[in-house]
């Protein structure tokens, strides 16, 4: 599969949403709403298997008329989102208009998912993915399933993906500007231009990883309270808590470059030249030209999960001319 294929448009930014930062925080300031197509909402809540009891919550989106032959699509949020994200609910309202039934799946310790789990989600707990894909009935995961990542969420299932390889229950992967380095992204999220971004994300981090359910020591609690960046608080929380001897370590077992050359099945992978959050020189050290299942889409434009086009917003259409791309495969195989 191409982008060609897809039959794709090039982005172009919509007035005056101009920018990477404008890009970034249109949604921010203008708060928009979704029309959602007729369609019912199903709340599921999907254990995990490490042991820890803890639960995570998802919503089953499904149409008033599902279509015939199609996959479930997973999607899966960035920090500090959650399944009522604008993005998620922007892409659900799409799909759910076209037959596909959606998953939007609340990561661990987000949203309603915080009351039950000790534990708190990161970038690299795909295995929570595979056991709430576990979790679902035979019904819904019978035609496969289409995992679908924003940010944080989008390393999360290109992890998954190369993982599984060929043999697994995801057939297809989107990913929407993911922290494939999270070295990179971390440090440059220090940057002085970057700092008003740090500072949102980071205070609603905080305030759903010490949240009620959360089961954290007195130190880890305080090493919480003092992380001034993301630079603190991976090296004195995220790698500590979960087993890590350094933050090099956690970074290096969990992002996403490392798995992308096992992927096995069609995958595109969409980041904005102009992404104030993730740094885009992580996408150039990645041959993608030797990753055969992999489509990579770069625009000049978009910021971070932005891509405010002309036309509505480019992602989505992106994700529904991949699925469309899928199912003509399909039917062709």
Not at 169 to 197: E, H, K, Q
Not at 253 to 261: I, T
Request: aromatic share 8%; charged share 20%; with cysteine.
């Amino acid at each position: 599969m191409t982008l060609d294929e897809l039959g794709l448009s090039p982005f172009r930014p919509r007035p005056p949403w101009l920018g990477g930062h404008l890009q970034t925080i249109r949604n921010a300031l203008m708060k928009p709403m979704v029309a959602r197509p007729p369609a019912s909402e199903t709340e599921l809540r999907l254990p995990v298997s490490d042991g820890t009891g803890d639960v995570l919550h998802a919503v089953l989106d499904q149409p008033a008329a599902a279509g015939e032959g199609l996959p479930l699509v997973l999607l899966a949020h960035g920090i500090a989102g959650s399944a009522e994200s604008f993005y998620m609910r922007a892409v659900a309202a799409r799909l759910l208009g076209l037959g596909y039934r959606v998953l939007r799946v609340n990561l661990r310790g987000a949203g309603p998912s915080r009351i039950d789990c000790k534990r708190h989600y990161h970038a690299g707990r795909s295995q929570d993915l595979r056991d709430a894909i576990d979790g679902l009935s035979p019904e819904l995961t019978a035609l496969g399933i289409v995992a679908v990542g924003f940010s944080l969420g989008g390393n999360t299932v290109l992890k998954l993906a190369g993982e599984q390889g060929a043999n697994g229950p995801v057939t297809g992967v989107v990913s929407i500007c993911a922290p494939i380095d999270l070295g990179a992204t971390t440090r440059a999220m220090n940057r002085r231009g970057n700092r008003f971004y740090q500072s949102y994300l980071l205070k609603a981090f905080k305030a759903e990883y010490v949240a009620p359910g959360a089961e954290l020591s007195a130190p880890l609690r305080a090493a919480v309270a003092a992380a001034e960046s993301f630079v603190d608080f991976d090296r004195n929380v995220t790698a500590p808590r979960n087993d890590y001897a350094s933050p090099e370590a956690f970074h290096a077992a969990n992002s996403a470059r490392h798995f992308v050359d096992r992927i096995r099945v069609p995958t595109l992978v969409i980041a904005a030249k102009d992404d104030p959050i993730i740094p885009f020189s992580t996408y150039r050290a990645v041959e993608w030209s030797k990753l055969p299942s992999i489509m990579p889409a770069f625009t000049e434009g978009g910021g971070h999960v932005g891509h405010h086009g002309r036309g509505g917003i480019w992602y989505v259409d992106a994700v529904e001319k991949f699925l469309s791309a899928l199912a003509r495969r399909d039917h062709h195989n």
